[in-house]
């Protein structure tokens, strides 16, 4: 059985930073690949980040390139988003997403969840 638990949500004023992680309660975890996504408020889950099995390809949304950086630990079963500059538009609950055989992408999700981490950014 596959968990993830994320952690690292809070409250932060905009401008600020935040480091969110997921552990991975699986044999193996650098077979699996991660991501994040996020769900803001009446609006429908959306693709953030996503890092292969190796750590060595990530791929971002537009809208976090260049304030988000996706890693990960194999070592110690973590997968790790840092998010800078953060804005209002921002908010919501993220979520790490995991698959053991298939890259994750914006169309193609993942088979793992976790319960999700909330972020809020006030103005």
């Known amino acids: 059985q596959v968990t993830l638990v994320e952690s690292g949500g809070g409250l932060v004023q905009a401008g600020e930073s935040l480091r969110l992680s997921c552990v991975v309660s699986?044999?193996?975890?650098?077979?699996?690949?991660v991501a994040w996504f996020r769900q803001a408020p009446g609006k429908e889950r959306e693709f953030v980040a996503a890092?292969?099995?190796?750590?060595?390809?990530?791929t971002y949304a537009e809208f976090v390139k260049g304030r988000a950086t996706i890693s990960r630990d194999n070592d110690h079963n973590t997968g790790s988003l840092q998010m800078d500059s953060l804005t209002p538009e921002d908010t919501g609950v993220y979520f790490c997403?995991?698959?053991?055989?298939?890259?994750?992408?914006?169309?193609?999700?993942?088979?793992?969840w976790g319960q999700g981490t909330q972020v809020t950014v006030s103005s």
């Open positions: 890092i292969s099995r190796t750590g060595y390809s990530t």
């Open positions: 997403n995991a698959d053991k055989f298939r890259p994750i992408t914006p169309q193609q999700i993942g088979d793992y």
């Open positions: 699986a044999r193996n975890f650098g077979s699996y690949y």
